[in-house]
């Protein structure tokens, strides 16, 4: 299985500052296809997860412009500018290039 | 609005068996790949199965022959027939629809607890 390692576990911020959260993999994540299957997911207190971004860098509609996604290969980071408090919550990562598909561990970010 | 509205959690002890339902709205259900996708208490997520929309499926060696994934398109309903369960499939279990091989939506998850 493809392991998914996210840097770091714990994230206290300031509001108004940015953050940035890193997930790596243990194996490159292009697809047969051509494609990179690499997602954010947001996980505030108590709710279900929520899609931010697909393949690497597509934003899903809903989520704030503050949110973006860059990477290759086995190196990938989320980006979060201008930190507000609904943005407090665990983050994930998840691969879908090789089944299963693989989470990263979680970071859970807090305002300082 | 894409709804998916799991049910079926509940307590059971080792080695008990369990039906998971998960009751899909506000999209063509047929279209779509569906998944379980389940958390420990305090834990990670993990991907535990999927079906395609030819009802092909897949699942994690945590669960290959144990669960069974299943679909009926004219219900817009998703399954999961829980076997043999331990005390390690204690989680909240989600159903999540799968798009560009990722997970667009999910439901509010439902509670399996395994305890003698």
């Known amino acids: 299985d493809i392991v998914m390692t996210q840097s770091p576990l714990s994230l206290p911020v300031t509001l108004g500052q940015s953050?940035?959260?890193s997930c790596r993999s243990s194996q490159g994540l292009v697809s047969n296809d051509g494609n990179t299957y690499l997602t954010w997911f947001q996980q505030r207190p108590g709710q279900s997860p929520r899609r931010l971004i697909y393949k690497v860098s597509n934003r899903d509609s809903g989520a704030p412009d503050r949110f973006s996604g860059s990477g290759s290969g086995t190196d990938f980071t989320l980006k979060i500018s201008r930190v507000e408090a609904e943005d407090v919550g665990v983050y994930f990562?998840?691969?879908?290039?090789?089944w299963p598909y693989t989470f990263g561990q979680g970071t859970k970010l807090e305002i300082k | 609005q894409v709804q998916l509205v799991e049910s079926g959690g509940g307590l059971v002890t080792p080695g008990g068996s369990?039906?998971?339902?998960c009751a899909?709205?506000?999209?063509?259900?047929?279209?779509?790949?569906?998944s379980w996708i389940r958390q420990a208490p305090g834990k990670g997520l993990e991907c535990i199965s999927y079906i395609t929309t030819s009802s092909y499926t897949y699942y994690a060696d945590s669960v290959q022959g144990r669960f069974t994934i299943s679909r009926d398109n004219a219900k817009n309903s998703l399954y999961l027939q829980m076997n043999s369960l331990r005390a390690g499939d204690t989680a909240v279990y989600f159903c999540a629809r799968e798009n560009w091989k990722s997970v667009d939506s999910w439901g509010q998850g439902t509670l399996v607890t395994v305890s003698s």
Request: with cysteine.
């Open chain 2, 18 to 21: 369990l039906r998971l339902s």
């Open chain 1, 19 to 21: 953050a940035s959260i």
């Open chain 2, 24 to 34: 899909a709205s506000g999209f063509s259900f047929s279209d779509y790949y569906m």
């Open chain 1, 93 to 98: 990562c998840m691969q879908g290039t090789l």
